[in-house]
């Protein structure tokens, strides 16, 4: 890969991940007004009640709760909530996993370990099919809880992807136009210069080392920030950038820096050379 291939090979990635978030976000708006939607049995959840959390244990007293309980009505509450469960996974196939590529005709195993990717453990659990899991008030707010959670952190992701193609940009910018520069000089053989005009490009040199230098020195401090609700949803810019270019097609998570520091030492090389050239014309 080029040196100015990397950065611009970053740029296509995170063009890519924008597209795949700008899907998930309104697919979770309607997977959440679909559950919304859903009366859990046993009664309406009450709309006065905070989000269940599932650090509370929610869910697990919930499904004991059904367990105790004797009351006749028990075996029709439990087939009318294995039906809004089986609902739920469907409606998730049809929004979340659509917008994910994966299809809305997957199996239920691949449905639930969708949920799971996305949701957690507890809440793949809760709709998995073939267990005593009851679609209870509890149960629904947590779910909604988990889904308002998994919204928030696209929200995060997507703000800092804005921030990593404005960083890219003007990286973007300096490489260009200092790689334009050095092709269109190597054109000119330094034994065909003359003192001023190697001194020239000596100085030409040192700017856009200069420039890089700047460009490398904005970039670490991205990299070391957060982004918006980055700090809240524990994202940090470094981290984004691991995801994004820890794949296939980079041969490091650090494009921008790497084709930068490339950059510097190349025109530091040219200074050498230059330099060389100069001496021998004193």
């Known amino acids: 890969m080029s040196v100015e291939t990397a950065v611009h090979v970053a740029f296509d990635r995170v063009d890519a991940e924008t597209d795949r978030v700008d899907s998930l976000k309104p697919a979770f708006g309607r997977f959440d007004a679909r559950v919304r939607d859903l009366e859990p049995v046993g009664g309406r959840s009450?709309?006065?009640?905070?989000?269940?959390?599932?650090?509370?244990?929610?869910?697990?007293?919930?499904?004991?709760?059904?367990r105790q309980s004797g009351s006749p009505g028990t075996a029709d509450d439990a087939a009318g909530s294995d039906r809004r469960i089986r609902t739920i996974r469907n409606a998730f196939a049809r929004t979340v996993l659509s917008a994910r590529g994966e299809g809305t005709d997957a199996s239920a195993v691949a449905v639930v370990r969708a949920i799971r990717s996305e949701f957690?453990?507890?809440i793949a659990v809760a709709l998995a099919p073939g267990t005593d899991a009851r679609f209870t008030p509890a149960v629904k707010r947590a779910v909604r809880s988990a889904i308002a959670t998994r919204r928030a952190e696209l929200h995060a992701f997507r703000d800092a992807l804005d921030r990593e193609r404005e960083s890219l940009r003007?990286?973007?910018?300096?490489?260009?136009?200092?790689?334009?520069?050095?092709?269109?000089?190597?054109?000119?053989?330094?034994s065909g210069l003359g003192f001023e005009a190697l001194r020239d490009?000596?100085?030409?040199?040192?700017?856009?080392?200069?420039?890089?230098?700047?460009?490398?020195?904005?970039?670490?401090?991205?990299?070391?920030?957060?982004?918006?609700?980055?700090?809240?949803?524990g994202l940090t810019h470094r981290s984004l950038v691991s995801h994004l270019y820890a794949v296939d097609g980079f041969s490091t998570p650090y494009p921008v820096i790497s084709t930068v520091v490339r950059l510097i030492d190349c025109c530091e090389s040219c200074q050498r050379s230059v330099r060389d050239h100069l001496t021998r014309r004193v």
């Open 120 to 122: 957690g453990d507890e």
């Open 201 to 233: 490009r000596h100085e030409t040199l040192e700017r856009h080392r200069e420039r890089c230098a700047e460009r490398l020195e904005a970039r670490q401090a991205t990299l070391g920030s957060a982004t918006g609700h980055g700090a809240e949803a």
């Open 170 to 190: 003007s990286a973007r910018t300096d490489v260009d136009a200092v790689v334009s520069w050095i092709a269109s000089a190597d054109e000119t053989p330094l």
């Open 46 to 66: 009450s709309s006065s009640t905070g989000p269940t959390r599932l650090a509370d244990g929610g869910i697990a007293a919930a499904h004991h709760h059904s």
